[in-house]
C-alpha cells in the first residue's frame, strides 16, 4: 500500500545483533465522515482501539478534502449530512482514480432494498445499519479491508503487466525496420493493442534487384502472441533457413509452417502475407496463408483507379503440417502503390458494428488523394475517429509500398 495511506509508528525491535533497532509498523488509515459528534468519538475509539490510523470530517466537503490529503484506505460516510451527502461524497470520490480503490461504507439508518440499491448504483461498497452494532462494525471494516488489499494487489499486477506489455512493444517496434526510399518508398505504422498482439512486419533487399516484403499477425494477446513473431521476424531476416528459396514465397511459407506447428508452440498459429518485387522486370511473386488479401491500388490519382486483391489459398502457418502453399504474379507499373496490412486495421466497433474490409478498401480508393498529401496518418486518424473505443482491441500494423515513378 502506498505509504500516503498511512501513518508510520517507530518500535523497538530485538535482533540477535542488538536490542537499539528499530522497524516501522503501518497502521492503516480509516476515514469517518459524519455530522454527528457522538458517532465521531464512538467510531474513532473504537477503531482506535483496533490499532487502525483514524481521522474524522463533520460534514461531505470536509470529507473529500480529508480523503484527498489522507487517501485512506477504508472510509465510512453517513448517507444524510449538511453541504454533500454520502451518495455525493461517494460519487466523487469513485470517479477519481487516486481514490476510487478506498473501500466505502455507507452508514444509515434506511432498511429499504431501494436504498441499498440506490447506494450501490452510486458506488458504495457495503453498508453498515444504524444504530451500529460494535461487532458488525469491526467485522465490516476488516472484511472491506481484506477486499481493498486484494484490489490493490489486482491493480499492483495489472499495473506490472501493462509495463511488461509496454516494454514488449517497444521492443518489438525496435525491431521494425525503418522507411525505405529510392526507387522504392515504403512507409509503415505499428499500433500496438493494450494488451499487445503479435504483429510483426519486414522489408529487404535479397539482392540489388529483388525487394522481399511480409507482413504476420500471431493469433492471440499478450508475450506469448509477441515472442513467436519476433522468432519468425529474426528467422526470415537472417535466412537461416536451411534449404529454402527465399526469392520464392510458397517455398518460405511451407517451411514456416513446418518450423512453427501449433502442437510446439503453445496453440499459437499465424497468418502471414509474403511476397517479393523484382523490379528489373516490374513484376510481383506473393503467396499468402490466411492473411487479409494486400490491396494493389493501380492507375493515377486524377483517373479511374483499378484495385487487385492480392491473395493465394493457405491456411494459417502451424494449423496443418501438410498445407500447400501457392504463389500468383502481378505486373506493377509505375504508378502502382500496394498495401499490406493486419487485420486490426478494420476489425473494430464502429458505433454497435464492426468496420469491414470492404470499407477500409473503399476509404483508400475514394480518399487517395488525401491519403498521397497527409500520409499515412490520414489513415490512423480515420480509424481513431471511427472507433468506438478509446484504444485499440489488436495490433494495428500497415504497411504503403510505392513502387517507381509513383512517389510524390
Not at 209 to 234: K, Q, R, T
Request: hydrophobic letters at 40%.
Amino acid at each position: 500500500m502506498p505509504l500516503s495511506n498511512h501513518v508510520i509508528l517507530i518500535e523497538p525491535v530485538a535482533t540477535k545483533h542488538t536490542f537499539n533497532r528499530i522497524a516501522p509498523i503501518v497502521m492503516v488509515q480509516i476515514l469517518v465522515i459524519d455530522d454527528d459528534p457522538t458517532i465521531q468519538i464512538i467510531l474513532k475509539k473504537i477503531l482506535s482501539d483496533q490499532g487502525y490510523d483514524v481521522a474524522v470530517a463533520s460534514n461531505g466537503l470536509e470529507g473529500l478534502r480529508q480523503a484527498h490529503r489522507l487517501r485512506p484506505s477504508l472510509i465510512i460516510c453517513d448517507w444524510l449530512m449538511p453541504l454533500l451527502d454520502g451518495l455525493g461524497v461517494c460519487r466523487q470520490l469513485k470517479t477519481d482514480p487516486d481514490l476510487a480503490g478506498s473501500f466505502f461504507i455507507l452508514l444509515t439508518s434506511r432498511g429499504a432494498i431501494e436504498d441499498r440499491v440506490q447506494g450501490l448504483d452510486n458506488g458504495a461498497d457495503d453498508f453498515l445499519s444504524k444504530p451500529v452494532d460494535l461487532n458488525e462494525l469491526k467485522a465490516r471494516v476488516r472484511a472491506g479491508l481484506r477486499l481493498q488489499r486484494a484490489s490493490q494487489d489486482l491493480q499492483t499486477q495489472k499495473s506490472l503487466l501493462e509495463s511488461a506489455f509496454r516494454e514488449a512493444a517497444e521492443y518489438v517496434r525496435s525491431l521494425l525496420p525503418p522507411p525505405l526510399t529510392g526507387s522504392i518508398t515504403i512507409d509503415s505504422r505499428f499500433v500496438p493493442s493494450q494488451h499487445l498482439g503479435g504483429d510483426c512486419f519486414d522489408y529487404y533487399w535479397l539482392d540489388p534487384d529483388y525487394l522481399a516484403i511480409y507482413l504476420l499477425d500471431v493469433s492471440g494477446h499478450g508475450l506469448g502472441a509477441a515472442l513467436p513473431s519476433v522468432s519468425v521476424l529474426n528467422m526470415l531476416r537472417s535466412q537461416s533457413m536451411d534449404g529454402v528459396n527465399f526469392y520464392q514465397p510458397s517455398h518460405v511459407l511451407t517451411a514456416l509452417n513446418e518450423a512453427f506447428q501449433m502442437d510446439s508452440q503453445n496453440d499459437k498459429y499465424f497468418t502471414i502475407w509474403y511476397g517479393v518485387y523484382n523490379q528489373v522486370k516490374q513484376q510481383l511473386i506473393y503467396s499468402s496463408a490466411g492473411h487479409p488479401p494486400a490491396i494493389l491500388l493501380q492507375g493515377k490519382p486524377d483517373q479511374d483507379t483499378q484495385t487487385t486483391l492480392l491473395k493465394t489459398t493457405g491456411m494459417p502457418i502451424g494449423l496443418f503440417p501438410d498445407t500447400r502453399f501457392f504463389d500468383q504474379r502481378c505486373d506493377i507499373d509505375n504508378s502502382s502503390i500496394l498495401y499490406v496490412f493486419s487485420d486490426g486495421v478494420y476489425e473494430f466497433l464502429r458505433d454497435d458494428d464492426l468496420w469491414s474490409f470492404d470499407a477500409f478498401a473503399a476509404l483508400l480508393v475514394n480518399d487517395r488523394a488525401a491519403i498521397d498529401e497527409l500520409g499515412l496518418d490520414y489513415i490512423l486518424n480515420h480509424i481513431q475517429t471511427l472507433n468506438a473505443k478509446a484504444s485499440l482491441d489488436d495490433d494495428l500494423s500497415l504497411l504503403q509500398i510505392r513502387f517507381s515513378g509513383a512517389q510524390l
